[in-house]
């Protein structure tokens, strides 16, 4: 799916680089995240801080899409070793919308799965409680992941309940498949 260039040439990193210009580069893994307060938000970054060396060695660049300010995101980057990750700030979801991530329902925010998985996650795996606060984001926020390349949305993983967690190598291998295949 082609882009809109203007969307991305208008959307910048923390580092003051267009998404344009990155996707132009290399492709990137652009990774949404749903709030900071959120046990599943620490569970993603917790596993991409595990493979980053990895991402970037498969050719990819990772940009994490938040919806907090820089300073309070920084924090989070650092306590999971992520410091220096390119990112950016939506505070008003509109690269969110843009992607087609929604607003999540009873089901996919509060269901049986979301609660069970929450409290390993939370608790077992030490990713800790949820945490509601405004400056966080908005907690209703669904996150996505997706692959681009020159312009072009290449791979996507929706999220149909908060507590999915994609296989992110998996997800760039089979990327890195299909584009040597076509």
Same mark, same amino acid.
């Given at each position: 799916m082609q882009l809109d260039p203007e969307i991305l040439e208008a959307t910048f990193t923390n580092e003051g680089t267009d998404l344009k210009t990155l996707c132009e580069k290399q492709p990137v893994l652009l990774v949404f995240l749903r709030h900071f307060g959120c046990t599943f938000c620490r569970e993603?970054?917790?596993?991409?801080?595990?493979i980053k060396q990895?991402?970037?060695?498969?050719? !990819?660049?990772?940009v994490f899409v938040h919806m907090s300010t820089d300073e309070i995101a920084e924090g989070y980057f650092e306590k999971y070793n992520l410091k220096g990750t390119a990112s950016i700030s939506d505070p008003d979801l509109s690269l969110y919308e843009y992607f087609g991530l929604t607003k999540g329902n009873f089901g996919q925010l509060y269901g049986l799965k979301i609660w069970i998985r929450g409290l390993k996650a939370a608790w077992v795996d030490g990713h800790g409680a949820? +945490? !509601?606060?405004?400056?966080?984001?908005d907690h209703n926020q669904m996150?996505? !992941?997706?692959? !681009?390349k020159n312009g072009k949305m290449k791979a996507q993983f929706i999220?149909?309940?908060?507590?999915?967690?994609?296989?992110y190598l998996g997800f760039i291998t089979n990327f890195l498949k299909?584009?040597? +295949?076509?």
């Open positions: 993603a970054m917790a596993d991409i801080s595990k990895d991402v970037i060695d498969l050719g !990819l660049k990772p949820p +945490k !509601l606060d405004k400056n966080f984001g996150p996505g !992941l997706f692959i !681009l999220h149909k309940s908060a507590a999915d967690r994609p296989n299909k584009e040597s +295949k076509g």
